[in-house]
T-cell receptor, first 117, second 112 residues
Framework: GAVVSQHPSWVICKSGTSVKIECRSLDFQATTMFWYRQFPKQSLMLMATSNEGSKATYEQGVEKDKFLINHASLTLSTLTVTSAHPEDSSFYIC?????????????FGPGTRLLVL | GENVEQHPSTLSVQEGDSAVIKCTYSDSASNYFPWYKQELGKRPQLIIDIRSNVGEKKDQRIAVTLNKTAKHFSLHITETQPEDSAVYFCAASNSGYSTLTFGKGTMLLVSP
C-alpha cells in the first residue's frame, strides 16, 4: 500500500514555543491530507483538512491561528502548533487518500507525539 | 454532520473465540465504512472496508456486514489470536476521499 511518513516522531518542547510537524506522501500525490489529534485512550478527532494550493478547512472548535496548516506541494503538508501549551500535548496523526488507482483507502502516517512542558 | 457510535468499548475473549464489534451511523449519505486496527502507540491500519452497495465482505478471519436500512455495520473476527489484541475503530464517510468520522474505539483483548 501507499506510504505516508511524519516527522518528527516525537517532540518535547517548552510552553510558548512553536512546533512544526511534517506529513509526506512518499509514493503518491495527495491533493488532500487530513490532520487528526488523539488523546490517550480516545478516538481520532479530525482537526482540519489540508488542501494543496488553497486554505485548509478547520473543524469546529479548532483554532486556525493556533494550528497553522500549509500544503505546499502534492506530497507535503505541515502542521504548526503555535505557542504550544501543556494542553496541546497529544498524538498528532495525518492521513492521505491515494486516488491514483481509484482506491478509497486513507493511509495514516506513524504519528507525532507532542509533549509540552 | 455524521455521528458514529461504537460498542462495546472493551471486549475480552479467549483465544479461538469470535469477537463482534458493532457501529451505527447517522448520515444516510455515508457510503464508505472502513475498519482500522491500532496497536499501542502506532498508526491506525486498515483491516477491511465496505461500501454501501455490498452487504457483506470477508477476508480470511475478518468479515464486515452492513445494514444500510438500519444504518449499522459490524466487524466479525473469528478464531481470535493474541495478536488480534488492539484497539479497533470503525469509521464512516460519503467517500473514501472525504473526511472520516470515527467511532470511539473498542479495546479487544484476546487471552491465550
Amino acid at each position: 500500500g501507499a506510504v505516508v511518513s511524519q516527522h518528527p516522531s516525537w517532540v518535547i518542547c517548552k510552553s510558548g514555543t512553536s512546533v512544526k510537524i511534517e506529513c509526506r506522501s512518499l509514493d503518491f500525490q495527495a491533493t488532500t491530507m487530513f490532520w487528526y489529534r488523539q488523546f490517550p485512550k480516545q478516538s481520532l478527532m479530525l482537526m482540519a483538512t489540508s488542501n494543496e494550493g488553497s486554505k485548509a478547512t478547520y473543524e469546529q472548535g479548532v483554532e486556525k491561528d493556533k494550528f497553522l496548516i500549509n500544503h505546499a506541494s502534492l506530497t507535503l503538508s505541515t502542521l504548526t502548533v503555535t505557542s504550544a501549551h501543556p494542553e496541546d500535548s497529544s498524538f498528532y496523526i495525518c492521513s492521505a487518500p491515494d486516488v491514483s488507482l481509484g482506491q478509497e483507502t486513507q493511509y495514516f502516517g506513524p504519528g507525532t507525539r507532542l509533549l509540552v512542558l | 454532520g455524521e455521528n458514529v457510535e461504537q460498542h462495546p468499548s472493551t471486549l475480552s475473549v479467549q483465544e479461538g473465540d469470535s469477537a463482534v464489534i458493532k457501529c451505527t451511523y447517522s448520515d444516510s449519505a455515508s457510503n464508505y465504512f472502513p475498519w482500522y486496527k491500532q496497536e499501542l502507540g502506532k498508526r491506525p491500519q486498515l483491516i477491511i472496508d465496505i461500501r454501501s452497495n455490498v452487504g457483506e465482505k470477508k477476508d480470511q478471519r475478518i468479515a464486515v456486514t452492513l445494514n444500510k436500512t438500519a444504518k449499522h455495520f459490524s466487524l466479525h473476527i473469528t478464531e481470535t489470536q493474541p495478536e488480534d489484541s488492539a484497539v479497533y475503530f470503525c469509521a464512516a464517510s460519503n467517500s473514501g476521499y472525504s473526511t472520516l468520522t470515527f467511532g470511539k474505539g473498542t479495546m479487544l483483548l484476546v487471552s491465550p
